[in-house]
């Protein structure tokens, strides 16, 4: 299985849309070299393993306390 997707094979795959990533980014529950990269061409990739295991509990929630 591949570890890496482009973001809209991502967006296919779960049924999430580009917002909603872009989200995640932005709030800091996605980590850029963990959940995300964004390789030499300005192309999003998403880390399938790494969001499995935070959709899984195993990643920051939130950065709220």
Same mark, same amino acid.
Do not use: F, P
């Given at each position: 299985?591949?570890?890496? @997707? =482009?973001l809209?094979?991502?967006?296919?795959?779960?049924?999430? $849309? +580009?917002? $909603?990533?872009?989200?995640?980014?932005?709030?800091?529950?996605w980590?850029?070299? +963990?959940?995300? =990269? @964004?390789?030499?061409?300005?192309? !999003?990739?998403?880390? !399938?393993?790494? @969001?499995?295991?935070?959709?899984? #509990? #195993?990643? !920051? +929630?939130?950065?709220r =306390?």
């Amino acid at each position: 299985m591949l570890q890496w @997707v =482009r973001l809209s094979k991502y967006c296919e795959l779960s049924g999430e $849309t +580009r917002n $909603t990533v872009n989200h995640k980014k932005k709030a800091g529950l996605w980590l850029e070299g +963990r959940e995300y =990269r @964004v390789a030499g061409d300005g192309c !999003l990739w998403i880390n !399938l393993d790494a @969001v499995n295991h935070w959709a899984g #509990g #195993g990643g !920051l +929630r939130s950065k709220r =306390r």
